[in-house]
């Protein structure tokens, strides 16, 4: 057996082929390595969306709770990136703007503390909540969101709703990204969208 | 004994050099880097699944409450009597249906059972809007229930409670009732009727217990004078209802005419009138906002009826009546102005309301059902003509004490006002739901 060595001709051989394979192997990585960005970015930005519009989806279909009937606005200071939903827990006939309310639930006994207003707004891409009496300063729900709108409709579901007496139903377009947004989809980058449209079930719509 | 194996120098050597099998490493050591990728992008995406399927479930459960709130609703109105419902109940209620699915549904998209419960708690007051009910577990006083409806779908469960409230159409005492603070009338000419009889709704006598020609609030002789007064002598016979002094049924009615068949009674009480406009307003299937200076006028209302029910022009018919709501904005208690003007040949069947404005109706009128007028500095003028008439009651009820004269009823031509206890029953049961409301929307 001879051991003069490779050859050049062997050595670019064996280099050309070991190029090849590695480069497959790079890309199944770099593929790999994308997948999982978006995977996971996707995930961070739809769970703080659907922790954003669950919450909100839920009070803004309860607002408006007026057992004496003093016919309140439920939604008021509505904007297309923020709205104030107004519920008289302690059916006194009056919203309380500061201070909270015991509110006592089905089974009789355990008594909660809630704020009457609720306010929602947009501070650059934090969702930010406020409850009177509860929160002293807004509290931000979720973070990375792109853009959010609502609008507002009477009744019908069509006409909108011009001035916050007649609003019955709200339509949340909420749009989010990972708070650390890559700059290209091939690093990461996502948006999620989600839209839903909400009746206000205490004011008969 | 332990064998050693002991490799010539040569071997060795050659051993070192030889590459062979590299690739295999190689290849073991990028599949191992990508599965350590893939494992821990599934471990992050593992919960996603999870959570997807709990809102999935939760939203599926809150729907299967949503539809108990319905059930119940049904049964409440399907069974009005509801010390019958509440038979049995226990200051926490009682289930009035054992877990069951949605009309049309099957178990696999979820269940939901319906319990009630009557509003005693003090609690109950931030639910209902008014004081606990002063009756029972099992007896109910105020008409205001407290249903809890539990949806189930997989492991979620989603909790709804509201309140339901009973309208309870008042007890109607007369054919003209004038139960607020005052009762300034007039009335002009003898042609007009207003007759405390039973009527049918086609103009035949019907067989009820009569009613009062004309009442006022009970124990205020000042309003039945002012009435009495205004009838003339020429007009006695136009006003008939039952005598004060009639012996209880099943004995035959006496019935009184003229100053005799005008009572102050306190079976209809103010409270009672506003209390049901207050009730059942929101569920009007015509609204008419009306302000000074912006009267609503109508001529021929109803005949849009045979082309389109749902029209607003429509008022209502025998087979589908309607709640009309005048609304007007008088706030100042010193002024008064009519909002809404009827006249031509018309129709209609249901609930009239008129709050806050002054009415006036004239030409061929028919009307099945009550008329209300509510409010302060309120009135109805009626200028009966034709063949038409009112078939049911006329109630005004003034809530503000004004100096001058502003007539609560203005009676002239041959107005017909006849009780009848048809068309209020046909009111009271064929509008059913609207007589019952659902508020106080909770989640849990």
Known sequence: ?205 | MIAVQVFPMMTMARLLRDERGLALPMALLCLLTLTGLVLAFLTVSAFEPQISANHAQSTQARFAAEAGVEWGFDYLIANNNWNNVLTGATANGKDITPAQPWVGATATSGTFTVSVRNDTRASDTQITGVAADTGTATSDTNNILILTATGTFGNATRTVTVAVKKAVLPTINAALALPGVQADVNFSGSSFNIYGTDWNMDGSAGSAQPVFGISVAGGNTVNQTTVQNALANNQQNDVVGISPSSPPPPATPVLANGDAAVVNDYTLTSQQVTDFVNAIKSQADVTIDVSNGSMASYSDVGSSCSSNINSNTCFGTTSHPKIVYVKGDLTNTLGQFTGLDISGNSTGTGILIVEGTNASISGDFTWNGPIIVTGSNVGLQYRGGGNGGIFGAILVNELAQENGVQFESDIRGNGNIRYSRQALDLVQNTMGRKFYQVYSWREQ
């Open chain 1, 1 to 205: 057996m001879s051991d003069r060595g490779y050859t050049l001709a062997e050595l670019l051989v064996a280099l050309a082929v070991a190029g090849i394979v590695m480069s497959g192997l790079l890309s199944m990585l770099m593929a790999g390595q994308q997948s999982y960005l978006v995977g996971t970015n996707q995930i961070e930005a739809q769970q703080n969306l659907r922790i954003a519009i669950g919450r909100m989806i839920q009070e803004i279909r309860l607002a408006g709770e007026d057992p004496t009937k003093v016919n309140f606005d439920a939604i008021t200071n509505q904007t297309a990136t923020g709205l104030t939903i107004q519920n008289d827990w302690n059916a006194n006939g009056a919203i309380q703007n500061a201070g909270t309310v015991g509110v006592t639930l089905n089974d009789g006994v355990t008594v909660v503390q809630r704020g009457e207003q609720v306010i929602y707004s947009l501070n650059g891409t934090t969702l930010m909540r406020q409850e009177t009496g509860v929160d002293n300063a807004a509290q931000s729900v979720a973070d990375g969101i792109q853009s959010l709108t609502f609008t507002y409709f009477k009744a019908d579901g069509v006409t909108p709703a011009a001035v916050a007496a007649d609003v019955r139903q709200v339509v949340i377009d909420i749009i989010a990204q990972p708070v650390h947004q890559p700059s290209t989809s091939a690093a990461g980058a996502v948006h999620i969208k989600m839209t839903d449209k909400v009746r206000l079930r205490n004011r008969g719509a």
